[in-house]
């Protein structure tokens, strides 16, 4: 691996274990193997590396969700294979979880990947519920939008319960609580 | 306010702007117009006091919780106030967010206030769900326990969705899909 790549993937770990505020840059060179110098020399600082480790990260969160969402079955099946895909859950979303960083979202620069993403995955989610809708899968008054951001949140949030009990079954219930409301009706 | 006191509103607050990794011994001190000395008079060290700052705050959690699902209304209703009680959005939840603080959730002690809280609204929640399947409200197939995780995480997953946009619209998206799929049928 050439030394901005180290620098990129070190990065990207780092944020996920340590977070943005946690991870010092000095913390990047050791885990790098790489110099100050050769920092500074591919990436003006901290933030700079931040973002481009951030945009790989949203970029592999998005391609990840589209197997799932773009693949075969009907809009509930594909949502419930997106809701059900195996996750590293007491790991959370490396994504989501930069929201809760402070001096992430106080930097429009480094929320842009963050927001570009969620707002990617709603929309994406969004239009598959209106499928779901035409088909008579969903009934006429779902609001595409809402649900989305419902089957959205609840990932997130699920994420957010396992942490705190130390197991992965509070975002499996989760999961099975909103799969269920979400089931259509002729089932 | 005592030494202790302003020891621990100002470890509350630092928590909430900056979480547990970004808070220093010193900014608490500064904050507080206390000295080191007192400090370790009071508290074993800053996980010591962070303790002690989470143990308010989520108590504070839970009697808010308990004032709207304790209120009156059926429910459905009562889960609908949950979910829709004003809410400071974009500051996330002061319990919650700690879940993605890497050193509080390594912590037993820390996560143990967190832990508690989440699973306590979750066990709360659920007796109220089993409350309107025996009133007919829900169908008597859901499940209380995953409807509760689906509730509690939708609204941690809604604060994620908010501080990624820098908007509470996210959040209030999420909480109308969830409770247009919770709603009773015969509405």
């Known amino acids: 691996m050439s030394t901005p790549e180290r620098l990129i993937e070190s990065t990207r770990e780092l944020l996920w274990e340590r977070g943005y505020v946690g991870t010092s840059p000095k913390a990047v060179l050791e885990r790098a193997g790489a110099g100050q ?39 509930y099946e594909r949502i419930e294979a997106y809701l059900l895909r195996e996750r590293d859950v007491l790991r959370g979303c490396p994504v989501g979880r930069l929201t809760m960083d402070p001096e992430v979202v106080a930097d429009d620069a480094l929320r ?23 088909r008579g899968e969903f009934a006429p008054s779902v ?21 705190a009990s130390g ?3 509070a975002f499996d219930a989760g999961v099975r609580g909103l799969l269920a409301l979400l089931a259509p009706r002729d089932r």
């Not at 970029?59 to 693949?71: I, N, P, S, W």
């Not at 842009?112 to 809708?133: F, M, N, S, Y």
């Not at 649900?147 to 319960?161: E, F, H, N």
């Open 37 to 75: 110098g050769s920092m500074y020399h591919h990436f003006k600082g901290k933030p700079d590396l931040a973002l481009a480790a951030i945009r790989r990260t949203a970029e592999e969160m998005r391609t990840t969700a589209e197997g799932v969402l773009g693949g075969p079955g009907t809009p």
């Open 112 to 134: 842009a990947p963050v927001d570009e993403t969620l707002g990617w995955l709603r929309a994406r989610l969004a239009g598959i519920v209106e499928e779901g809708k035409e």
């Open 143 to 163: 609001n595409g939008e809402e649900i989305a951001a419902a089957v959205v949140a609840t990932v997130q949030g699920g994420y957010v319960l396992a942490r």
């Open 167 to 169: 197991s992965p079954a």
